[in-house]
């Protein structure tokens, strides 16, 4: 069982910035995508970036341009560099790996921007 555990959220203020972490239990580089989503109050689940194995990222559109999503194959984990923070990022942030069709999800980190 893929365990992954996030870290790296919290509050900041408007125009800062966060790098959150996804760290998982075995090697990544088996895992054909990872990536992040995130829930907020009232609000639909986003997907927000991922990273492919081949090294493609993608993006919502109401993030690009401020969040990076990378992977660091040595040390397992995802990371999510976000940028010029906005009061409509906050939410939790959820970490999700796909490994031979099974998907694997962190527990979330709660990101919140004051305004």
């Known amino acids: 069982q893929v365990q992954l555990v996030e870290s790296g959220g919290g509050l900041v203020q408007a125009g800062g910035s966060l790098r959150l972490s996804c760290a998982a239990s075995?090697?990544?580089?088996?895992?054909?995508?990872m990536g992040w989503y995130r829930q907020a109050p009232g609000e639909q689940r986003e997907l927000v970036a991922t990273a492919f194995s081949g090294g493609t990222t993608t993006y919502a559109d109401s993030v690009k341009g401020r969040f990076t999503i990378s992977r660091d194959n040595t040390k397992n984990t995802v990371y999510l560099q976000m940028n010029s923070l906005k009061p409509e990022d906050t939410a939790v942030y959820v970490c999700y790996s796909i490994q031979w069709g099974q998907w694997y999800w962190g527990q979330g980190t709660q990101v919140t921007i004051s305004s």
């Open positions: 075995e090697s990544i580089s088996r895992f054909s995508r």
